[in-house]
């Protein structure tokens, strides 16, 4: 069936090979573009590109009494000075609700007025030939300031309840119940800290804008800037091929990147702005500090009888962001009497933002750790407590579980980690004069799905296009996506290119929320089936995969390309399921008797993730939370000073993130999950459960090293000293 020139189709599924990233050379190269990186498009020597860079606020609140701008003005270079006097007024697009903007309160609008809600946020910008020119200006802008004293302290601010859920009544079990564990458990504010800094290039032609923009998801900037600019969000052109990084910073649309836009509307010209490392600390979010309080009541036989689990987190004072601290609460663990209550904490910051496994990696934290004094309490092995825990089906939605791998989790990760040798006794295992300790976590997280739409082009050149507004933000979208086109189309990979993340593209939602190879690889599925029948309709059947034919009768009939364009919706198939990934985490520490430096020695994962459609960069992925959870557990924490509201960590010498030293001998392992339930490709989701589970896994292996519970993130060495 193949001529003699044609690669011959694929003999094996693409799907489940550990392919090398098809982006990957371009990336080692440089040939990937980032935001900062673009030129401007349409004037390729960017001649008249101007840079902006923007004075944060020095208060945490108050407002502007005075701002002079003469000086700034008159430096070289300047193109224009932008304050709240001067700056275009926009709409105010309040109602518009964008990917991970809160459900109540409003989006900060640039420049619109002299109040300041936060250190950092923006109260002028300066537009100038080059970045030093810029940077300079801005220093030069005057501000005097009406402060007031801000409210900052997480711990003497007064929370607000937000939501509660229950099933059972777990309060009267708890009271009942034979064995008690009370426990409250604190985490710190973390930044996202991507490589990539965030950053905007802005150019208008008329009243069409183009943004090349760091962003999780194209669709949705151009919606929201469309929206505070008046435009329809057609006229807004997004682009991003390449995000280096931003574990849920790039899912809003942040006032840079509006600030930018309005400046190259002001000035007539094109317009990048990149926010520098600090300013990244106040300007695109963070996992918000959390203080929760969990209670677990059991039986004689260690069976969990009530969870009561109670959260607070930080947020603004003009949006209050909620998370899911709570869900996974309601049915990891068998338990018939269920609580949870969640509440914020209003503060003069900037307002949180998802940060990878947002909320459930929070929650997991405090219900594993509790998991863990339980079985202590209860004078069980963790392992045992959870066996006698595991659930038939989904307490809280009442609902089968589409699959639950923990059993399996749990076995093989207690085998390949040697789990038999932890001793039952905490502070008893010893390596020299390092105090040893092995913890373990269940880790999950719900694997969702959305709609996307994907158009499959075959170019009479003999190469087939997959588009999508799909984002890779760095799982490796590109390649997996490519797999799947692949085996649906019986195509060779060498003929397919995946082209993301333009709003020029077909629809697709926001790369967050561990979806979108659910999503979009779905849709990919689906599409490229109805291709390849449409194609096998024009060329006949046999000759499917052979480009040279349909180049031929591409020829024949005068046609340069076929192009189908379709969607997957939500699977049906999901409904009457309680769908999510699960796995097992396992640790050993090694903690130094006299200074309580801790090592993370061994990390263990076995997870059940549906279909590994690319077990390298699923393996990839995994390794990057895992490392990740370190920084969760021992390293990561961005304090604010009460009086000012400054971050002190605000940089990445004070802000510790794991380095390679920090990096420990890790095991993972992907059961094997047939899933019919979950999505047509049969895929759960990765980039949030990989951070999942690690910290608690990490902190229960430090109280069992050292006997010494401490219930705070990130555990530092002081800590553990006497
Ligand atoms: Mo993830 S926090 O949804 O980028």
Redesign the pocket.
């Known amino acids: 069936m193949s001529g003699p020139t044609t690669q011959s189709p694929p003999e094996k599924p693409m799907i489940g090979i550990g392919l090398l990233r098809v982006d990957g050379r371009r990336k080692v190269t440089g040939a990937a573009r980032y935001a900062a990186e673009f030129l401007v498009p349409n004037q390729p020597n960017g001649q008249n590109l101007a840079y902006a860079v923007f004075l944060g606020a020095d208060i945490a609140r108050g407002s502007i009494a005075t701002i002079d701008i003469t000086k700034a003005e008159q430096a070289d270079g300047v193109v224009g000075i932008l304050t709240f006097k001067n700056a275009p007024r926009l709409h105010d697009a309040a109602s518009v609700k964008g990917v991970a903007d809160p459900k109540s309160g409003s989006r900060l609008v640039p420049l619109q007025d002299e109040h300041v809600r936060f250190f950092g946020q923006p109260v002028a910008l300066a537009v100038a030939r080059t970045l030093e020119q810029a940077q300079h200006a801005a220093s030069l802008i005057e501000v005097q300031y009406k402060a007031e004293a801000p409210s900052i302290d997480f711990d003497t601010a007064t929370p607000r309840h937000v939501g509660n859920t229950s099933h059972g009544d777990a309060e009267a079990a708890f009271a009942q119940a034979a064995a008690k564990i009370e426990a409250t458990y604190d985490i710190a504010r973390e930044n996202h800290q991507p490589m990539e800094l965030h950053a905007t290039l802005a150019e208008w032609q008329g009243e069409k804008l183009t943004l090349h923009e760091k962003t ?1 998801g194209v669709v949705n900037t151009a919606e929201i800037v469309a929206a505070q600019f008046g435009l329809k969000p057609e006229d807004v052109t997004v682009i991003s091929p390449f995000v280096g990084g ?3 910073s790039a ?1 809003r649309v942040w006032p840079h990147t509006i600030m930018a836009a309005m400046a190259a509307r002001q000035f007539k010209c094109p317009v990048k702005l990149i926010l520098s490392r600090r300013q990244m600390v106040t300007s695109v979010g963070y996992r918000p500090r959390s203080r929760q309080k969990v209670r677990l009541g059991a039986d004689a036989n260690a069976k969990l009888t009530a969870i009561i689990h109670e959260a607070t987190g930080e947020t603004s004072s003009f949006e209050t962001y909620v998370e899911n601290v709570l869900t996974s609460t309601g049915f990891l663990h068998n338990c018939t009497n269920v609580a949870t209550r969640y509440s914020t904490v209003a503060l003069d910051t900037g307002t949180p933002t ?5 909320g459930v990696s929070t929650g997991l934290y405090a219900l594993e750790s509790a998991m863990d004094e339980l079985a202590y309490a209860a004078g069980i092995d963790p392992i045992e407590l959870r066996l006698r825990n595991e659930p038939d089906k989904d307490l809280a939605k009442n609902l089968p579980f589409s699959s639950r791998a923990t059993k399996e989790c749990y076995r093989i990760g207690a085998q390949r980690f040697g789990w038999s040798k932890r001793a039952a006794q905490p502070g008893t295992m010893r390596d020299g004069h390092w105090r040893l300790g092995y913890g373990m976590a269940t880790a999950t997280y719900p694997s969702n799905q959305d709609k996307a739409d994907v158009r499959v082009i075959f170019d009479i050149g003999g190469t087939v296009r997959v588009e999508t507004a799909a984002s890779d ?1 760095g799982p490796g979208t590109y390649t997996s996506l490519t797999q799947i086109a692949s085996d649906n189309l019986g195509i060779g990979i060498e003929h397919i290119t995946v082209d993301l993340g333009d709003t020029r593209f077909p629809k697709a939602p926001s ?4 979806k979108t190879l659910a999503t979009a690889g779905s849709a990919t599925l689906a599409v490229c089936r109805d291709a390849r029948q449409q194609l096998a309709a024009l060329v006949g059947e046999e000759n499917v995969a052979d480009p040279p034919k349909w180049r031929a009768i591409f020829r024949r009939q005068g046609k340069r390309q076929l192009v189908v364009t379709g969607g997957s919706a939500t699977a049906d198939s999901r409904e009457g399921f309680s769908c999510n990934a699960f796995g097992a985490i396992f640790a050993e520490v090694a903690v130094d008797a006299d200074t309580g430096q801790i090592k993370v020695r061994r990390l263990t994962g076995v997870y059940g993730l549906g279909r590994i459609v690319n077990p390298r960069l699923t393996r990839s992925q995994v390794l990057g939370g895992m490392m990740q959870g370190i920084g969760m557990a021992l390293l990561e924490r961005t304090r604010l000073d009460p009086r000012f509201g400054n971050p002190t960590d605000g940089n990445l010498a004070d802000y510790l993130i794991p380095v390679c030293k920090d990096a420990p001998l890790v095991d993972i392992v992907f059961v094997n999950e047939d899933d019919p339930h979950v999505n047509p490709l049969g895929v759960k989701g990765v ?2 459960i990989a951070l999942c589970g690690i910290a608690p896994a990490i902190a229960n292996a430090v109280y069992h090293a050292t006997g010494k519970r401490v219930r705070a993130l990130p555990i530092l060495p002081e800590n553990l000293m006497a």
Do not use: K, T, V
Request: glycine fraction near 30%; charged fraction near 20%.
């Open positions: 999780q931003a574990f849920g899912l998802p940060m990878r496994g947002p933000i790369e967050g929320g561990s980039g949030e």
